[in-house]
């Protein structure tokens, strides 16, 4: 059986049960900043006049990001594989014929030719055939349209209580590399790197295309606890499969910032942080 076949995004979407674990946990101050970093650098590229254009927004999930997003556009098209994820999306914009959402694979979209401004992608470029899904972001976008791939990974770890307590770097490092691992060995297609794209970007048949790479500090009530961290991570499917192996380091990272801030006998919920991630975006022009 193929990494493809084994394991795809519509597949760790495919309930309902495992749609609203991953809505009720992830949290919301974390969305509100991917999209202002994709919308700035639009604003940048002067490709958010709301009176006009058309945002195809792939890989959408339940539409959260792409309302975010289509307040700068004319209309708005999100795409997902996943049925319940587009059943969530389609529910709040009934009434709101500017977003539209249809259930799809990003390598066979449903979309005219030379009808798209903006292509936006959030986490979902490993999921993909890029050797299919490339020549169907050409054939949809219109000329001098671009396409905009964003991804974010923790970096660090702060305590939003202590200013002089040690930052929490080695350790998340760490729990990355056996996420990542065991995610190998599992033949996920979702977390196949370090480098956050690289390579993708390195395989992405495009004469002008550029990555981005940055770092965002983030606190905000909705993840601003260990405990709350901890429950998005370990809540996401692809980490439940891994965790069914015996694996969990994320409760082990928990441990670690418990024991490097003395913290042992604090509940996670009562432990303020900050959260550093490095973000990614692949530019297409």
């Known amino acids: 059986m193929s990494a493809r076949s084994k394991f795809n995004l519509a597949n760790d ?25 994709i919308i700035d650098q639009l604003k940048q590229l002067r490709k958010t006049d709301h009176k006009s254009g058309c945002l195809l927004d792939v890989g959408c999930g339940n539409g959260e990001i792409t309302r975010l997003l289509a307040k700068n556009f004319h209309h708005t098209i999100g795409v997902d594989p996943s049925f319940p994820m587009i059943s969530k999306a389609i529910g709040p914009d009934t009434k709101c014929p500017e977003i539209e959402f249809k259930v799809t694979q990003a390598e066979e979209l449903p979309i005219e030719d030379n009808s798209v401004d903006v292509i936006t992608g959030i986490s979902m470029l490993n999921y993909v055939d890029l050797q299919a899904f490339i ?18 990974q923790i970096s660090k770890m702060l305590s939003a209580e202590d200013d002089s307590l040690p930052v929490i770097d080695a350790p998340v490092k760490l729990m990355i590399k056996r996420l990542l691992e065991n995610a190998r060995e599992m033949s996920h297609s979702s977390y196949h790197t370090h480098d956050l794209h690289q390579i993708q970007f390195d395989g992405i048949n495009w004469i002008n295309k550029s990555r981005i790479v940055n770092e965002i500090e983030f606190a905000h009530p909705s993840l601003s606890t260990l405990g709350s961290w901890y429950r998005f991570y370990s809540h996401l499917p692809f980490y439940e499969k891994v965790a069914e192996s015996g694996v969990n380091p994320a409760a082990e990272l928990v441990q670690s910032v418990k024991e490097n801030w003395s913290m042992q ?21």
């Not at 009720?24 to 509100?32: W, Y």
């Open 13 to 37: 979407f495919d309930t309902e049960d495992t749609v609203n674990k991953f809505i009720q946990t992830r949290p919301s101050g974390l969305i509100d900043i991917q999209a202002r970093v």
């Open 135 to 152: 020549p169907e972001c050409k054939r949809v976008l219109k000329s001098g349209g671009v396409a905009l791939f964003y991804r974010d």
């Open 265 to 285: 006998d604090r509940d996670p919920d009562d432990i303020k942080i900050k959260a550093v991630y490095k973000t990614v975006m692949i530019l297409l022009q």
